[in-house]
């Protein structure tokens, strides 16, 4: 007890007399151990956060009756029930209209609110909440109603007065279309929706799953994912993670070669102080457990600080890049501790070994 009281004093004294290098150390393991704590506390949630971020691009899955059929009446229950708290699920009919002076125009039916809250990133100046009011592309509005009156639209015979209650910018299709909700839609032309689109959280398994299941409980539909949005968000995914890891390996690399270095210089600074140890009777593991000792004692130091750190860090990209905070995985702290502590005492293998050369007589003697 008394050896063990005496090591822990002379550790703490080595670290406080050579404050520089302590310090030095102390902060390259804690930059190690903050991008590690950074990066395991994003990784959990970074793919949570992409999915939903993909979700402001619209549907991932598309659910279609097939050919000459149309979707079941419990279509849409049954999708809601699949997705659960996972997504949105827009039903949209298609028809196409014309104008009195002859005009031609796709008209969809969707219900406005799940419309709304599938694509986030549609560009809308304001959303229709009267009847007969409609969401107008802004091609379809230079074409229909440059001034932005009212205008009738004429569908088998049958027309509806409508006003413009907002425009649409997209870039794609939908600039050309007029969006009119679903009741006044089925009211005026007696047709149901015929395609559900879906956004669903999840990975490309989870959504292969997802489609799997709805199509064995809707065999009279086809379910299709949108390439586009699953893959690439798939890439980006990998390519982030990718990203991640390899930024976490180069500094980790640099925080060995820093510690590294400091500890061998350590060793040669104190070659005197250990010379003096062995010829006072301090066995050889001695002075190795108390150097492997010191080095352990700062790697832990490091991780204390750079879990704190890297939990900042990780929760201003978080705000930064998602608008939302990541939550501290107290979790992940066993980990960087252990890893830190190790990382210490792997770099301090050479220095050891340089330690194991030492003898006493020679460095005693200036030689």
Known sequence: MRRLRMLLR???RSATVRRGRAILTLVAIAVAAAVSTALLNLYVDMQAKLHREFRSYGPNVVLSAKEGSSLPADALAVVDREIANRGTA????????RTPDGSSVVVAAVDMERARKLNTWWSVTAWPSEPNSILIGARALEALSPEGKPFDLIFDGRTMHVSIAGTLRTGGAEDSRVYLSQNDFSAWTGLQPSVIEIGVVGGEQEITEFINRLAAQ???AQVQPVRQIVEGEARVFNKTRAALLASVAL???TSFLCVLATLTSSVLDRRKDFAVMKALGATQRTANLLFAGESAFMGAGGALLGYFAGI???ALIGRI???AGIEPRWSVFPAILLGSVVLTLVTAI??????NRIQPAVILKGE
């Open 10 to 12: 002379i550790m703490f």
């Open 90 to 97: 827009v039903p949209v009919t298609y028809a196409t209209a």
């Open 218 to 220: 809707i065999p009279s």
């Open 251 to 253: 500094i980790i690399l």
């Open 312 to 314: 900042g860090v990780a």
């Open 321 to 323: 890049n998602f608008q």
């Open 350 to 355: 050479v220095p050891i070994t340089m330690l």
